[in-house]
């Protein structure tokens, strides 16, 4: 019998089954990514998802406040300065809008966010979304 090249090429497919394989396997394109976690160590810049602005916990004096910075990394905005260094407070911007969420060692979380004129402010008692819930 004379093996043709159709017969080697149907061969070669039949024993290398990693030529086959790679076609068939339902793969995700891209791994997820893991969600961000609440950051409470002082001076470390928290980047949101916009990437224009950053958050920090700044001393001042006794106590500790969120600072907001633009891209340059100027402070454009401070909150009262009112938490305790000893029990600082978790900061966490939401994933996909720029919301920071102060996480208090004790009591309820503040959303820091820009209003419909493009200011800034800090908002108790709004409900976190569950991306920010879960660390509560």
Not at 50 to 66: F, K, M, P, Y
């Amino acid at each position: 019998m004379t093996l043709t090249r159709r017969h080697l090429l149907r061969a070669s497919l039949l024993l290398s089954p990693a030529v086959v394989l790679p076609a068939c396997t339902d793969r995700d394109p891209q791994p997820e990514e893991p969600e961000p976690s609440p950051v409470a160590e002082i001076g470390v810049e928290v980047l949101a998802p916009s990437g224009e602005v950053s958050a920090v916990l700044d001393a001042a004096g006794d106590e500790l406040g969120v600072v907001l910075r633009d891209a340059d990394g100027e402070d454009f905005w401070a909150d009262d300065f009112s938490y305790d260094p000893a029990a600082p407070p978790a900061l966490l911007w939401e994933t996909q809008a720029d919301r920071l969420w102060v996480l208090p060692a004790e009591g309820e979380p503040v959303r820091i966010a820009q209003d419909a004129q493009g200011a800034w402010r800090q908002q108790a008692g709004e409900q976190p979304p569950p991306e920010v819930s879960k660390w509560l």
